[in-house]
């Protein structure tokens, strides 16, 4: 009877642990660089993955100065998602301060890389402001969780499958929407320079605002002066988040008849209750105020 009962206990604790969730102790611990491969690797990893950000929603990458909690937390990873493109220019000594045992894995790896229009000849980073490379992305990723994690290979598989095919009914949407604007109207003003590969990919002009510095508030004199190219080159929207003051975007408006636009998310995600939390989120947001300005 005692051996019994003892047996019966062994098979619900049996039972218990085939049953229990995995723990986070568990998961494959994953750094991405920057919140939008973060959340990529979140749609391919699933549940079987714990994921840690170094550049947070809302956060300037190219500008970013890691601390030692970020340190720590790429030390304890098993595997590290980069953008690459020379967009995280702090990592190889955020790497060694961190003594990393892994080796990055650059998801941008079968990119065609786009030459930043400014002369300098570099390279743009912000490959994911296409869907088509946004793919490339994710199979990257995927990838590189199967070789980090064997065991997952099919729930990553699966996983990737379905984002996939998220992505290619996001693709549908952005054309479809973009393809009801005539051509001609298709262009905006505006100092963010990371929409190059969207520009590319979808047929929009992002034109930066010339002879106007993109890093300080604009100026009276400069107000005149993209109000001129406004007219000259019949821009039917502008876009310029670092213009504070409402009364000088006002003026803008007035006076080219063009319309302002909303805020477009180019490098980070929003927080969690922003309107760009998701990568899929921010690609509609952007699609939503650039069908918003520019339709006729
Ligand atoms: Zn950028």
């Given at each position: 009877m005692l051996q019994q009962s003892r047996r019966a206990v062994l098979l619900v604790l049996a039972a218990l642990l085939v049953a229990a969730p995995a723990r986070a102790d568990d998961k494959l611990k994953v750094v991405a660089s920057i919140s939008i491969i973060g959340d990529f690797v979140k749609n391919v990893g699933g549940d079987r993955v714990e994921v840690a950000t170094l550049v947070g929603p809302n956060s300037d990458a190219h500008i970013?100065?890691?601390?030692?909690?970020?340190?720590?937390?790429?030390?304890?990873?098993?595997?590290?998602?980069?953008?690459?493109?020379?967009?995280?220019?702090?990592?190889?000594?955020?790497?060694?301060?961190?003594?990393?045992?892994?080796?990055?894995?650059?998801?941008?790896?079968?990119?065609?890389?786009?030459?930043?229009?400014?002369?300098?000849?570099?390279?743009?980073?912000?490959?994911?402001?296409?869907?088509?490379?946004?793919?490339?992305?994710?199979?990257?990723?995927?990838?590189?969780?199967k070789k980090a994690d064997p065991a997952g290979a099919a729930a990553y598989d699966a996983n990737a499958k379905a984002?996939?095919?998220?992505?290619?009914?996001?693709?549908?949407?952005?054309?479809?929407?973009?393809?009801?604007?005539?051509?001609?109207?298709?262009?905006?003003?505006?100092?963010?320079?990371?929409?190059?590969?969207?520009?590319?990919?979808?047929?929009?002009?992002?034109?930066?605002?010339?002879?106007?510095?993109?890093?300080?508030?604009?100026?009276?004199?400069?107000?005149?002066?993209?109000?001129?190219?406004?007219?000259?080159?019949?821009?039917p929207a502008v876009f310029l988040e670092n213009v504070s003051d409402p009364r000088l975007m006002q003026q803008i408006a007035r006076e080219t008849g063009a319309k302002i636009g909303g805020t477009l998310y180019s490098d980070a995600l929003s927080e969690p209750s922003g309107p760009a939390a998701t990568y899929v989120e921010m690609m509609r947001n952007n699609l939503g105020e650039l069908a918003k300005a520019l339709a006729p």
């Open positions: 970013f100065s890691p601390t030692p909690t970020d340190a720590k937390t790429l030390g304890a990873a098993k595997i590290v998602f980069v953008n690459g493109m020379g967009l995280e220019g702090w990592m190889t000594r955020l790497a060694a301060a961190s003594g990393a045992k892994v080796a990055p894995i650059v998801v941008t790896t079968g990119v065609k890389p786009r030459q930043e229009e400014d002369g300098h000849h570099a390279v743009d980073p912000h490959a994911w402001q296409s869907i088509a490379n946004a793919k490339i992305y994710v199979a990257n990723i995927r990838d590189g969780l984002y996939l095919d998220r992505l290619d009914a996001l693709e549908h949407e952005v054309r479809d929407t973009l393809g009801k604007i005539p051509p001609g109207r298709r262009k905006i003003i505006t100092t963010h320079d990371a929409f190059g590969y969207f520009g590319r990919a979808y047929g929009v002009q992002f034109i930066a605002p010339s002879g106007v510095s993109a890093d300080s508030e604009p100026s009276a004199r400069d107000i005149a002066k993209i109000i001129a190219q406004v007219k000259r080159q019949n821009i």
